[in-house]
């Protein structure tokens, strides 16, 4: 078997598409749908993720405020920044780039983020929408997994799906966005992570293996059931250039579909954002 390539590019060109129509409609609310980027301190890996998401907003109408700060701001200059942002009207989403430098609190600066601007979905309030199954919008990586599986007719309802990794960003809101009676949704999900005892005996029996450990290559064609559907969250720097969490060469000998590294979940998670940011917008704006 040689597994089918999930065009994430493709897929989300055609969501940008909709975003912007969408933009359009505001427009003619006289709503310009405004996303502010935080970007603090000089990290290539996130300077290159902020300017593709600035670059892409430019792309579909959406007007980037971008704010760049030093890495050793202080903590509290961050928070009245995002105070300011929480405020100004033009503003209808913000996201703060993660990893921050390490004297500032993630979690304090994440919940700083008004919950009706969380561009990324990360408030502990918007993260708890999800749980329910209630949000208006969730993080941008989960929501592109899913908007993935769907467009690429993958059946969730009754599916076994095996999540490798419980992040808060990827790992605990696609279980919880995959496992609510809803469309595109409906799975038995199990999370697996570093204490579970033995991964392949979890994901050899899945339907849908949702890889986002952060190891190159960690999941091997052995550990897929034939037929398998995979999609591949990691996104790791080896020397031999960006490589995923999955083996896909091998593993295309065995599964049915399999998203590529990089072009799979990379660039839904971009076109999540945007949408995000537009649907903030149009609720709130
Ligand atoms: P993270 O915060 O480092 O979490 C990794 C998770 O994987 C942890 O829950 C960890 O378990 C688990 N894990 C590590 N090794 C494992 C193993 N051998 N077996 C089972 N579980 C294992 O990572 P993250 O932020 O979720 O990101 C995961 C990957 O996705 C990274 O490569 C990241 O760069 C990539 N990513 C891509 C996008 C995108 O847009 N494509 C977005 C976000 C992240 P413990 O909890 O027990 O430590």
Redesign the pocket.
């Known amino acids: 078997m040689t597994a089918k390539l999930i065009d994430g590019k493709q897929i989300a060109a055609e969501i940008r598409g909709e975003v912007a129509k969408r933009v359009g409609a505001l427009s003619e609310r006289g709503i310009t749908p405004g996303l502010a980027t935080v970007l603090v301190g000089d990290d290539p890996a996130s300077r290159v993720y902020v300017n593709s998401k600035r670059k892409m907003c430019a792309e579909v109408g959406i007007k980037a405020w971008d704010h760049d700060l030093e890495a050793s701001t202080p903590q509290d200059q961050l928070l009245q920044l995002l105070e300011e942002l929480g405020s100004d009207p033009a503003v209808h989403g913000i996201l703060v780039q993660l990893p921050l430098p390490a004297h500032i609190d993630e979690e304090l600066v994440l919940e700083a983020v008004p919950p009706h601007k969380d561009a990324d979905g990360f408030h502990p309030c918007n993260l708890g929408r999800v749980l329910q199954g209630t949000h208006l919008v969730a993080p941008a990586?989960p929501a592109?997994i899913q908007e993935l599986l769907i467009r690429a007719n993958i059946e969730t309802s009754g599916a076994e799906v095996v999540v490798?990794?419980?992040?808060n960003?990827?790992?605990k809101p696609i279980a919880a966005m995959l496992f609510q009676k809803a469309a595109g949704a409906n799975a038995t999900v199990t999370v697996?992570?570093?204490?579970?005892r033995d991964?392949a005996e979890h994901t050899k029996r899945a339907d849908i293996v949702i890889a986002?450990?952060?190891?190159a290559g960690?999941i091997t064609a052995p550990m897929l059931k034939p037929g398998a559907v995979v999609i591949d969250?990691?996104?790791?720097r080896t020397e031999d250039g960006l490589k995923g969490?999955v083996d896909t060469e091998a593993a295309m000998e065995v599964a049915s579909a399999i998203t590529p590294v990089p072009g799979g979940?990379?660039p839904m998670?971009i076109a999540m954002l945007l949408s995000n940011t537009v649907t903030l917008a149009e609720r709130f704006g």
Request: proline share 0%.
């Open positions: 990586t592109g490798a990794g419980r992040s960003i990827v790992g697996c992570h570093t204490s579970t991964l986002a450990i952060g190891r960690a969250v990691g996104i790791n969490d979940v990379g998670t």
